[in-house]
């Protein structure tokens, strides 16, 4: 309906140029008809950016224009008319070439929009996939590591009990390495649900006091094993320092586990040395 009024209304204004151009050009004379065609090349250049969404009616309205222009030019049949009608020619065809190359930018712009439209859309949904996906991942670390919590603690516990009894020196070394690593896997699973944490962007050290020489001597007793079974010598050299310092314990024992487990790993012979420096 819109798009018949639209037509309805730009033939009704072109017919009503076209009525007066054949009722007054013919009877007047040249420089009437050369003021004429100035009044209507200004109409039509108007008329560009207007109908430029529907070509069609561009060509409907400037055929109206100029189709009644360049027949009362010709019948006039002066020079100065011929050169008119060229002109006007001329000009029509530019204007519709114009006409033409506006209406492709217009489309290409308007399809760009949608697909921008459309990405933002896709990009929206992606995000928030995603972040469905994160937190369906951070609920099951944490439930994982609830589930393993659970029977790691007994085993911190039974063999607290243990120690408490009446046990020999060897059995009292063996339950103390059950008793660190149980403690270390512990640290593990935390250090697990760090990973959720840095991809939320909530990680944090805590700030605890700690003993160096307590996280090496539990390191050393967690790789001692792998060090023995190779033939290797598990050496410490370290620099004087205070015997309790602020740090996250759980993140430096792990830090170091990994460094000495790669050691130990990766040396076929020799030893593996532990050397701690107090920066100055």
């Given amino acids: 309906r819109a798009e018949r009024m639209e037509l309805c209304s730009t033939i009704c204004m ?3 140029w076209t009525v007066g151009i054949f009722a007054y050009a013919p009877s007047g004379d040249i420089e009437f008809r050369l003021f004429l065609s100035t009044i209507l090349a200004g109409m039509g ?12 009616y561009t060509q409907v309205f400037f055929g109206l224009l100029a189709g009644p222009l360049i027949l009362t030019t010709l019948m006039a ?21 114009s006409a ?10 308007t399809r760009l929009g949608i697909e921008r439209l459309s990405l933002l859309a896709s990009t929206r949904e992606a995000l928030a996939r995603s972040e ?3 937190k369906v991942k951070s609920e099951f670390l944490a439930n ?19 120690l408490r009894g009446d046990v020999s020196p060897g059995q009292a070394r063996q339950l103390k390495r059950i008793d660190a690593a149980a403690e ?7 250090g697990i649900l760090d990973l959720s944490r840095i991809e939320a962007g909530k990680m944090h050290l805590d700030t605890t006091e700690l003993s160096i020489d307590e996280i090496i001597e539990r390191v050393l007793d967690l790789v001692s094993r792998d060090a ?53």
């Fill in 132 to 134: 469905n996906a994160s």
């Fill in 184 to 190: 270390h896997l512990l640290g593990v699973i935390s």
């Fill in 45 to 56: 250049a108007g008329a560009v950016p207007k109908l430029t969404g529907s070509p069609p």
């Fill in 14 to 16: 072109g017919g009503g």
């Fill in 228 to 280: 023995v079974g190779k033939g290797l010598a598990l050496q410490v050299d370290r620099d004087p320092l205070p015997r309790h310092l602020l740090g996250d314990g759980v993140r430096l024992t792990q830090a170091l586990l990994n460094y000495v487990n790669n050691a130990v790993k990766f040396t076929h012979r020799g030893g593996v040395t532990i050397r701690v420096r107090r920066k100055r």
């Fill in 77 to 97: 049949g002066t020079r100065l008319d011929y050169l008119i009608a060229a002109g006007v020619v001329l000009y029509t065809v530019a204007l519709l070439s």
């Fill in 100 to 109: 033409s190359q506006l209406h492709k930018a217009l489309v290409a712009s």
């Fill in 144 to 162: 994982m590591s609830h589930e393993i919590r659970t029977p790691i603690n007994s085993i911190v516990g039974i063999a607290q009990v243990m």
